[in-house]
């Protein structure tokens, strides 16, 4: 049975990721509380005009030293570096956790927040969905990744149990299926192209040497009969990004049961 074996948030881009047990979908169709803030330059536009404002997010693409930072979040309102805290729900606890970052990574820059959809790669798109058993299968591909390994660097909103791997690849392409979660409801938007982060050990940001090369090949040679492979532009993508279509206001727990829906 297909159920959602965890949900997990981003609240600040680049940073590590928060389990939750429950996360409500947004009028915009990402999980509340997923990017929310992004360390930005000082001189970006502000975040409340229309257009990518995630084009100047800085995160794991631009610096690979936000990797060894030492972040969490307590609960996720509440940024932890290096032993300090700083709620983020104030402009104040904002500005201070912002020129603690900055100053960690070395950069010129301020801690933002935006309405959602925040500061996600695709504003017009929803969570990112992956299988229990695709982290399993790409772990099988390193001798150095576990599972866990591999779901730190993939960063993924929402992922599914009770499936086999490279289950989230069906949802794309002309003809594909939808899936449900609940009232939730789901489409396949594009398959995920992969950047350099998941090449980089989450707590160093040193890459692994070979990461992209052998990533290519298992990928080409495990792809799934049941996926359109005319829908993915390349084999250095792994994950769904998926869009609601219906929904929004509505929560997912864990546990959740998915079906597929044949249209």
């Given at each position: 049975m297909a159920r959602i074996g965890s949900l997990c948030v981003f609240p600040v881009k680049g940073l590590d990721g928060v389990t939750v047990d429950a996360a409500p979908v947004t009028?915009?169709?990402?999980?509340?509380?997923?990017r929310e803030y992004a360390l930005c330059p000082p001189d970006a536009p502000p975040v409340e005009e229309p257009g990518d404002a995630v084009e100047w997010a800085i995160n794991g693409k631009q610096s690979e030293r936000i990797h060894a930072l030492d972040a969490g979040f307590d609960p996720p309102a509440t940024l932890r570096v290096a032993g300090e805290t700083f709620p983020l729900d104030s402009a104040d606890g904002r500005t201070a956790a912002g020129n603690r970052l900055a100053r960690v990574l070395g950069v010129d820059a301020e801690l933002r927040r935006r309405d959602p959809p925040g500061f996600v790669d695709r504003p017009d798109a929803g969570p990112t969905v992956v299988s229990t058993a695709t982290l399993q299968e790409v772990a099988s591909w390193f001798d150095a990744l576990s599972p866990a390994d591999v779901r730190r660097r993939l960063r993924v909103n929402v992922e599914v149990s009770g499936v086999p791997a490279f289950w989230e690849d069906q949802?794309?392409?002309?003809?594909?299926p939808r899936f449900r979660v609940g009232d939730v409801?789901?489409?396949?938007?594009?398959?995920?192209?992969?950047?350099?982060?998941p090449e980089r050990d989450p707590d160093t940001g040193d890459p692994l040497p070979g990461f992209r090369?052998?990533?290519v090949e298992r990928r080409s040679a495990t792809f799934p009969d049941f996926a359109?492979?005319?829908?993915f532009p390349h084999d250095y993508t792994l994950t769904l990004v998926a869009g609601v279509s219906a929904?929004?206001?509505?929560?997912?727990?864990?546990?959740?049961?998915?079906?597929?829906?044949?249209?």
């Open positions: 009028d915009a169709g990402t999980l509340a509380g997923d949802f794309v392409g002309p003809d594909a409801k789901f489409h396949g938007v594009e398959p995920c192209a992969r950047c350099v982060v090369e052998r990533f359109d492979r005319d829908a929904g929004t206001g509505e929560t997912m727990c864990v546990g959740d049961e998915l079906s597929v829906v044949h249209t």
